[in-house]
Structures are given as C-alpha cells and as structure tokens.
C-alpha cells in the first residue's frame, strides 16, 4: 500500500489558523511538537477529545475542492497531515511508520461544527465521511513532508 505525508499542518492554540511545516517531531504520549493538542489548548481538549495525530487524505481534499468549491488547503481542514495514495481507514488496527515515528490507529475523525465556524459555510456537510483519522504516537520522531507511509 503507497503511500506518503504530502504536507503537514500545526496550530500553537485552538481557533488559531494552522500553519505549514515541512516538518514536525512526534512525541509519544503527546502528539505532534508545537500543535494544540500536544501543549493541551485544543479547542476539544476541555471536553476530553483529543487526538494526538490527526490525518487527512488528499484525494478527499480535491474532491470537496472540485465538487463542493470549498477551501480546504492550507489547512482549513484542521487536520495535521495530508496523506497521498493511501486510503486512511485501511489502516484500522494497524500500526504505521511515517518517517522516524511510529503512528498507531486510533479511530475516525469526524467533522464538527466548529471546523465550520473556523472556515466557512458547508465544510461540516463536505468532510462528513472524508474526515480522516486520529492517530497515536508509539514511537516519537520526525515526521516530514514527502515521508512514505509504511504499515508495520
């Protein structure tokens, strides 16, 4: 299964823009270094939901982008990493390696309304099925742009 890391995405604070890095260290037990959920100001870290690593695939992001005209590059889909060639709930009880860390599958990630408050009209409705995943971090490391996907 091909796969790669095709841009990776943070955010210091919740309802903060997210910010493009080519590359981000994964902690374990904490997420993605310099992201909301890693430092605990989530949006959803008040209500105890909080994933670690979120992932996104790409070919859903050209979708919503050719068929429903939204904006979701430049991380308007909240998602930290944009995957390409590889379908994201294929890897359900699976442990992956991106880079030099080691992700496990968590659980889906379904839209919420305040993705849609943050962006704009019809991005809940768009992601819905095509949200991505959560992931948890196993073995810390750096994560980088272009970095293939590797299930262990």
């Known amino acids: 299964m091909p796969g790669s890391v095709e841009e990776i995405y943070v955010a210091p604070e919740g309802n903060v823009d997210m910010r493009r890095v080519p590359e981000v260290r994964a902690l374990v ?3 993605l270094e310099g992201d909301r959920y890693c430092k605990g100001t989530g949006y959803w870290t008040q209500y105890g939901d909080v994933c670690e690593v979120t992932l996104i695939e790409g070919e859903d992001l050209d979708e919503i982008r050719d068929e429903e005209g939204l904006a979701v590059q430049n991380g308007e889909h909240r998602r930290n990493l944009i995957t390409r060639g590889v379908r994201l709930e294929d890897l359900k009880g699976t442990r992956f390696r991106i880079g030099e860390a080691v992700l496990e599958y968590d659980r889906p990630r379904p839209p919420c309304r305040h993705v849609q408050e943050l ?9 819905r099925r095509r949200g991505g995943i959560c992931a948890r971090v196993v073995e810390g490391g750096a994560i980088r742009a272009e970095d293939p996907i590797e299930v262990l």
């Open 29 to 31: 037990g904490g997420g």
């Open 119 to 127: 962006t704009e009209p019809g991005m809940t409705r768009a992601l």
